[in-house]
């Protein structure tokens, strides 16, 4: 079964490896360790821009005294086999890679998927597994991220991985060989089960857990900076940071609540009640106080952050819709075509709405022959790319501007492929 994905926005993969096309400097990061001080809601802080070890290893003029290849005089040339092998290996600009947690019985691993785009659409690529890495227990969530100790300028390729172990591990993405995690995250009780990465302060990670508590992790110190024990009575599935107030973190438990949170002063600002348990959080990308929870009844409910009732700062939704028969497992808005919603479900189905309007407007239902549907992504630079993955492990990649429906509701903002 596929349990998670993430996608990789384009030309970060292989960034600094000598076999990677995807351009940038070569990235760094942290080595190992785990943290023990927490605070009660204290800032995260900015770019962390202490020394470390460097993420990829090896360099220096030789191995053991290997000569290369190309400088033995007694080689006639590199093999034609071995050359067509480290070619299918290269990371293009082109490709699109997605990182997809699976589970086959006892055995759990983080794949990297390339899905290359053909030039008449994306619904016509091929996808192939790159590399995957063996994960320690089963997986539940997968989250990228840029973080490199040297500074902005530089740039990583990594992966947060929750499982049910207390413990986040953060991957090499561009390594096949990696055994492993680049940083150990210690400070959880019980299985890490939603994870969000801070796009604007780039050495910030929260995590969720099923111990009912919301951390707030400093990727440069490798420990949590800040911990919320009070945000929900139960199990915390999902986090989302908000993109135009990077502070303000949303979160999403089984005590059937969203809460927003200013993790500087570790206010909750607004609590919801959504009627079940939550599956999926988002924000809306459009605005800076619209945000989404999927529930494991099937319904989809938008809340707007200023409209707050009373002393408990309680927000009703402005709208709800039984989106599916059993649990919305999946909940993705496309950045770069407001309005445009997709939902997956475990009755296998995935759905794309229209939401710019007063009331959500179902546009397409797709059965993609996945099975039961737990997690589904628009590619970040290419908003009509959706991928989805379930029972089967296997991901369906669909371009979602081959529908008339989704033509004929947002029309011009549909992005051109690639």
Not at 77 to 105: I, T
Not at 121 to 143: D, K, T
Not at 227 to 237: C, G, I, N, P, S
């Amino acid at each position: 079964m596929l349990a998670a994905l993430a996608w990789v926005p384009r030309g970060a993969a292989g960034a600094g490896r000598g076999g990677g096309a995807g351009g940038g400097a070569g990235p760094s990061g942290p080595g190992s360790g785990s943290g023990s001080r927490s605070g009660s809601g204290s800032e995260s802080g900015s770019d962390s821009e202490g020394g470390g070890p460097r993420l990829f290893k090896g360099g220096g003029d030789g191995l053991g005294g290997v000569v290369a290849p190309e400088l033995d005089e007694y080689l006639d040339g590199p093999d034609s086999d071995d050359s067509e092998e480290a070619n299918d290996m290269l990371l293009r600009e082109s490709d699109r890679l997605v990182l997809a947690c699976k589970n086959d019985g006892d055995y759990s691993t983080l794949e990297a998927v390339v899905f290359e785009e053909d030039v008449s659409g994306a619904s016509s690529g091929n996808a192939y597994v790159h590399h995957e890495m063996v994960l320690p227990a089963f997986p539940l969530a997968v989250e990228w991220l840029d973080f490199s100790p040297e500074g902005p300028s530089a740039c990583a390729n990594l992966c947060a991985v929750g499982t049910t172990e207390p413990v986040v591990e953060v991957f090499d993405a561009d390594d096949p060989a990696a055994v492993e995690p680049e940083i150990s995250l210690e400070g959880h009780s019980d299985a890490v089960l939603g994870l969000a990465w801070n796009a604007e302060y780039r050495n910030v990670l929260a995590s969720a857990s099923a111990d009912g508590h919301v951390l707030v992790w400093d990727l440069g110190r490798g420990g949590p900076t800040a911990r919320f024990e009070d945000l929900h009575a139960d199990k915390v599935q999902d986090v989302a940071w908000c993109s135009g107030q990077p502070h303000i973190l949303l979160s999403g438990g089984f005590d059937q609540r969203v809460t927003v949170t200013d993790v500087r002063s570790g206010a909750a600002l607004v609590r919801c009640r959504v009627g079940a348990d939550v599956e999926c959080v988002t924000w809306d990308p459009s605005g800076a106080h619209g945000f989404l929870a999927s529930a494991e009844d099937g319904s989809v409910a938008y809340f707007d952050g200023r409209k707050v009732e009373g002393a408990g700062k309680k927000a009703k939704p402005v709208w709800r819709v039984r989106a599916h028969r059993k649990a919305a497992t999946g909940l993705a808005l496309a950045a770069g075509v407001p309005g445009l919603m997709a939902t997956c479900s475990t009755d296998k189905t995935v759905k794309l709405w229209d939401i710019s309007g007063a009331e959500p407007r179902e546009l397409v239902a797709q059965n993609c022959g996945a099975g039961a549907l737990f997690c589904c992504g628009f590619a970040p630079d290419s908003p009509c790319l959706l991928a989805a993955g379930g029972d089967t492990g296997e991901i369906t990649f669909w371009d979602v501007r081959q529908h008339d429906q989704v033509q004929s509701a947002f029309g011009s903002t549909l992005a051109g492929p690639g």
